[in-house]
């Protein structure tokens, strides 16, 4: 909304009220136009709000070793989670995932489990992020009793030649809980169609034969840009 002086604007509103009805005053004032009088200007619009761009709640997980999962939602298209590396390690579906950092009405139901020995390999998502800024990477996680005590969060502007660490050393407990990591300070990953995360299982267990870590409703908001 343009601004408007207190003048211009108390001019508008005599004409309005002079020739329209009580409804479509009340209309007007329901859009907030009746606050403003105290106002020499408007208020500047609000910034659009942030909306979810990729979305994993892997709840359609089929079983069996998983080689690449996708979105369940995506704004975008070609975001996908793998788990290359070398060793043993593999991913499959988790009972039960769990509904933290859920979206509204989406049930707990499967999580992904990426199985030890897990310092030979990378959780790779890849997020293009076309069009969006301000974004932030949140997930729910635990791991089990033997799964790496840590988990360490990088991103690529150059699809993976090159990773910057963000967020720190996340320790990661048996108690699921969510990892929120705010991107809106790191203007590098704005409006990238090659964005992609890395995570990395370190720490005590990541070289473990059994354990694991357990992950659920990863997800990527980000702001349209206009
Ligand atoms: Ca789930």
Request: aromatic share 6%; with cysteine.
């Amino acid at each position: 909304m343009p601004a408007l002086t207190q003048h211009n604007h108390e001019a508008r509103m005599t004409r309005i009220w002079s020739r329209t009805s009580r409804a479509v005053a009340m209309t007007l004032a329901g859009l907030g136009l009746a606050a403003c009088v105290e106002d020499a200007v408007l208020a500047p619009p609000p910034p659009n709000p942030a909306e979810v761009v990729h979305y994993w709640h892997f709840n359609a997980l089929p079983a069996g070793t998983l080689t690449a999962v996708a979105a369940d939602v995506s704004t975008l298209g070609g975001a996908e989670i793998t788990y290359p590396g070398t060793g043993a390690g593999y991913m499959d579906q988790v009972s039960p995932g769990s509904d933290l950092n859920a979206e509204v009405g989406t049930v707990a139901g499967l999580g992904l489990r990426p199985r030890n020995p897990a310092n030979t390999r990378e959780l790779i998502i890849v997020a293009p992020s076309t069009g969006y800024e301000d974004l932030e990477l949140s997930w729910a996680v635990q791991r089990s009793s033997a799964g790496a005590a840590q988990e360490e969060v990088f991103y690529s502007v150059n699809g993976g030649t090159t990773w910057v660490a963000v967020g720190g050393v996340f320790a990661v407990s048996e108690t699921w809980e969510v990892m929120t990591i705010d991107l809106a300070p790191i203007a590098a990953v704005d409006n990238l169609a090659g964005l992609r995360f890395r995570i990395l299982f370190t720490g005590a267990g990541a070289d473990g034969a059994s354990g694991n870590h357990r992950i659920d409703n990863l997800k990527i908001t980000g702001v349209p840009i206009s």
